[in-house]
């Protein structure tokens, strides 16, 4: 018998993309599976669409709804709560997975039962197209934790018992924006390991034009794990600059670092950038 996949996903006034990503999950070759979807406090239609997706797929569909926004750690626990599959992954509503997705990643857990963790390259997309990719090292090891997250958390999957080990995400505000980071740490302080997949099996929306930036405190809570690491793992001193990097990338003029992040995607991706 086919192992079961419970997908976790927090969603949160993402009313234009979400059928297209229940469509990816729908379209999924792997055919044991369980959704796990949990409405942040929306307000937009997006519960309505998720509730409307649920009635026509109740024996597969599991609908949650906070009674306020309670951030994405959280919401990832109480899905997790309600989750009964033997692996857990992970999606966002404003993306979507390639139709093998589920079928490659339990297939790398069923063959190397060493890893605990399985993720993918990521292409990135925004209404204009493809513009660029999110590539990690196949095989990261615990000293390369303190250069950024090991892996793309949204196409991520996990073995159950391997994440509720270690009790799953960390509510604290400190770990906000950070909580994916901080659940490597965790699993890797516990002896599990991972495994990224070189085939983009995963698109992320992401605008190749956003002004946005990560805000300065959450940059801070990104050191603060970055420390963590350098800690628990015993790092040398020449590592240092690596645990206050977000730092001091924050403090870049914001259309220099526009340039260099968009660069740096484009070259993964061998996007065309405009």
Same mark, same amino acid.
């Given at each position: 018998m086919t192992k079961k996949v $419970? /997908? /976790?996903m927090g969603i949160y006034n993402c009313e234009a993309t979400l059928d297209d990503a229940l469509q990816s999950i729908k379209d999924q070759t792997y055919e044991n599976w369980? %959704?796990?979807l949990c409405d942040d406090g929306s307000t937009d239609s997006t519960y309505l669409i998720a509730k409307s997706f649920a009635q026509r797929n109740t024996d597969r569909v599991i609908l949650l709804q906070n009674p306020e926004n309670m951030g994405l750690n959280r919401? %990832?626990?109480r899905c997790l709560e309600a989750a009964d599959g033997d692996y857990i992954a992970r999606q966002d509503g404003d993306d979507? $997975?390639?139709p093998q997705r589920l079928e490659q990643e339990v297939a790398l857990l069923e063959q190397k039962p060493e890893y605990v963790i399985v993720s993918t390259a990521m292409t990135l997309f925004d209404d204009r197209g493809d513009w660029g990719s999110i590539q990690r090292l196949e095989q990261p090891k615990p000293q390369d934790l303190i250069r950024g997250t090991p892996f793309a958390h949204a196409p991520s999957m996990m073995r159950a018992e391997a994440i509720r080990a270690v009790g799953g995400y960390s509510?604290?505000?400190k770990f906000t924006r950070v909580e994916d980071y901080h659940l490597w740490y965790k699993m890797y302080r516990e002896g599990f390991r991972g495994y990224n997949i070189?085939?983009? %099996?995963?698109?992320c929306r992401d605008d190749r034009d956003a002004q946005d930036r990560r805000k300065f405190k959450y940059r801070w809570n990104e050191c603060y794990v970055r420390w963590l690491i350098y800690r628990e793992f015993g790092y040398g001193i020449r590592q240092l600059p690596q645990v206050v990097k977000p730092l001091l990338v924050g403090l870049l003029p914001s259309s220099i670092y526009r340039r260099l992040h968009r660069q740096r995607l484009e070259r993964q991706g061998g996007g065309r950038g405009t």
């Open positions: $419970s /997908i /976790i369980q %959704l796990v919401t %990832l626990n979507a $997975s390639a509510e604290a505000a070189p085939d983009a %099996l995963y698109r």
